[in-house]
């Protein structure tokens, strides 16, 4: 193992670094993150308060985009030519603490630093996907991206599993919680001046066509929302868990990683991803998402993943000046 050195990035390296970290993806767009610079470090810290709705997988939620940011630091140190070390959950007082990102004195990943050119490219894209499947080569690529940071990702390629999944994505949905739905309806309501995720991010209303229900949710579903059109999704998507071996706060950071370099190794092949999480929001709901395949681990992620038919817009960041607190070194 490299030791860490004592070494200060300039004011544009902490920038460069800030913003792909920035970039990460986050559970309905929340952002619960800051970020310091100190003694040679990046700290990301967990901000639980911007958590999303009120579900039961908040805590899990926030820590899991904390290691994606963390994924997306190393990345960018890797490209400025700084090797980099992480420390997860280093100071046992201070849990909001998710990880420490030391510079060290080797030299740089060069699979991290060919991962930078998708952070800024990277999209959750709830548009609907084209219909042909992933091919295999592609998909090895991604469950080896996720095994290089201690996940394993899950293709749901066989029936009745397949269908299970379905069933639990669509009984979730209908069962959600009225308190999540009005916390939801909050944050996108056009009277919100920043409204969490724009129209252009939603992506389209799902047209009922089917007996089920598409295995998409509507994350505005009942608002009218300006900009929004309706279409059909593809029936079938290729869906996937991530899932770590164990379950707390250390391997929702490990999650939170592998996902994030998967996401970036999906992207370079041209492929979009978004999320099916409802049954991992509802505690009774989430052991069904493992029941055929228990010995994998504990599901933290449900993919949906193909090609897209549109690019929507990067979703909105908070300003630097808001989540880079001051280097204390």
């Given at each position: ?8 990035l ?53 820590r ?24 997860v ?48 080569g592609?998909l ?11 996940a ?26 009225e ?10 309501s ?17 047209r009922?066509?089917?007996p089920?229900?598409?295995?998409v ?34 391997a ?23 999320f ?17 395949a ?10 949906r ?9 990067a ?15």
């Open positions: 193992m490299q030791h860490t050195v004592h070494a200060m300039n004011t544009s390296e902490q920038l460069v670094v800030a913003a792909a970290a920035a970039a990460a993806p986050s559970v309905f767009n929340t952002q619960p993150w800051s970020f310091v610079f100190a003694d040679g470090a990046f700290e990301v810290r967990a901000d639980p308060d911007r958590a999303s709705m009120p579900t039961a997988s908040a805590a899990r939620d926030v899991l985009s904390c290691g994606a940011a963390v994924f997306n630091a190393r990345v960018a140190l890797a490209r400025l030519g700084h090797g980099s070390e992480v420390s959950l280093p100071d046992a007082a201070d849990p909001l603490l998710v990880a420490r990102v030391a510079l060290t004195g080797g030299k740089p990943d060069p699979a991290l630093d060919g991962l930078y050119r998708w952070v800024g490219s990277r999209r959750t894209n709830r548009y609907p996907f084209r219909p042909e499947a992933i091919p295999a592609v090895a690529r991604l469950h080896d991206a996720a095994r290089r940071e201690g394993t990702l899950r293709l749901l390629d066989a029936e009745p599993e397949y269908q299970r999944m379905l069933t639990s994505i669509r009984r979730a949905t209908w069962t959600e919680d308190a999540v739905r009005d916390d939801r309806d909050a944050r996108l056009s009277r919100t001046d920043t409204p969490a995720i724009p129209a252009g991010n939603l992506g389209p209303v799902p009922r066509e089917l089920d229900d598409p295995p949710r509507d994350m505005a579903e009942g608002l009218a929302l300006p900009g929004r059109a309706s279409a059909s999704f593809e029936p079938h998507p290729d869906l996937a868990v991530l899932e770590t071996a164990d379950d707390d706060p250390a929702w950071i490990t999650a939170g990683q592998g996902l994030q370099r998967l996401l970036l190794e999906a992207t370079g092949h041209g492929i979009a991803a978004s099916a999480n409802q049954p991992l929001e509802d505690a009774e709901l989430r052991p069904e998402v493992s029941d055929g228990a010995h994998y681990g504990c599901p933290q992620m449900v993919l993943m193909g090609y897209a038919t549109t690019q929507p817009p979703s909105p960041r908070r300003p630097l000046n808001e989540v880079v607190g001051s280097a204390r070194g």
